[in-house]
Antibody, heavy 115, light 108 residues
Framework: QVQLVQSGAEVKKPGASVKVSCKAS????????ISWVRQAPGQGLEWMGW????????NYAQKFQGRLTMTTETSTTTAYMELRSLRADDTAIYYC????????WGQGSLVTVSS | EIVLTQSPVTLSLSPGERATLSCRAT??????LAWYQQKPGQAPRLLIY???NRATGIPARFSGSGSGTDFTLTISSLEPEDFAVYYC??????????FGPGTKVDIK
């Protein structure tokens, strides 16, 4: 069965970077793109961007342009989301997801930004 | 940019009652609209895609309708496990998605 397993919780200082991983299994990795969605404490869902595993094309939400990078590593079937210049309001649970006909989500990775 | 609004913000109902949730888009999304359910501490779960199609394993008490800019999620008879937050999501600009702000269905 399709599984997306994410890396653990992180605590970062303002201005730092965070890189969250998403290990995929149970399907051919380049079949689906990977979306990233975040959820601040007590808030709704926010789409951050998408990466094609097939050719590496990316599409980022405007508000993250310039400080967000999504990558994939086919040898390990892992997707990565790196967010730079972290601020307190980047504190959130970050999810990787497949939303392409099939729908599967990782368990989420809590990123806390605090001085 | 397509913006989704959801109403009401909170819906207080009793088990067995019917729930009607609304989602409105600022421009037409045709039928490229999905509904998700999220419970505390869990990832979102897809309920409905393409406005009216139930995802795999979703009970028949969940139904979706609408097209263009106005959509409805109906839960015909609330079960205890249905008390959660529900989000709509537009997919017309795939792979760019946007979500609505959510409707919380809580126990009256």
């Amino acid at each position: 069965q399709v599984q997306l397993v994410q890396s653990g919780a992180e605590v970062k200082k303002p201005g730092a970077s965070v890189k969250v991983s998403c290990k995929a299994s149970g399907y051919s990795f380049n079949t689906y793109g990977i979306s990233w969605v975040r959820q601040a404490p007590g808030q709704g869902l926010e789409w951050m961007g998408w990466i094609s595993v097939y050719n590496g094309d990316t599409n980022y939400a405007q508000k993250f342009q310039g400080r967000l990078t999504m990558t994939t590593e086919t040898s390990t079937t892992t997707a990565y989301m790196e967010l730079r210049s972290l601020r307190a309001d980047d504190t959130a649970i970050y999810y990787c997801a497949i939303c392409e006909g099939v729908d599967h989500w990782g368990q989420g990775s809590l990123v806390t930004v605090s001085s | 940019e397509i913006v989704l609004t959801q109403s009401p913000v909170t819906l207080s109902l009793s088990p067995g009652e019917r729930a009607t949730l609304s989602c409105r888009a600022t421009q037409s999304v045709d039928t490229y609209l999905a509904w998700y359910q999220q419970k505390p501490g869990q990832a979102p779960r897809l309920l409905i895609y393409d406005a009216s199609n139930r995802a795999t394993g979703i009970p028949a008490r969940f139904s979706g309708s609408g097209s263009g800019t106005d959509f409805t999620l109906t839960i015909s008879s609330l079960e205890p496990e249905d008390f959660a937050v529900y989000y709509c999501q537009q997919r017309i600009n795939w792979p760019i998605f946007t979500f609505g702000p959510g409707t919380k269905v809580d126990i009256k």
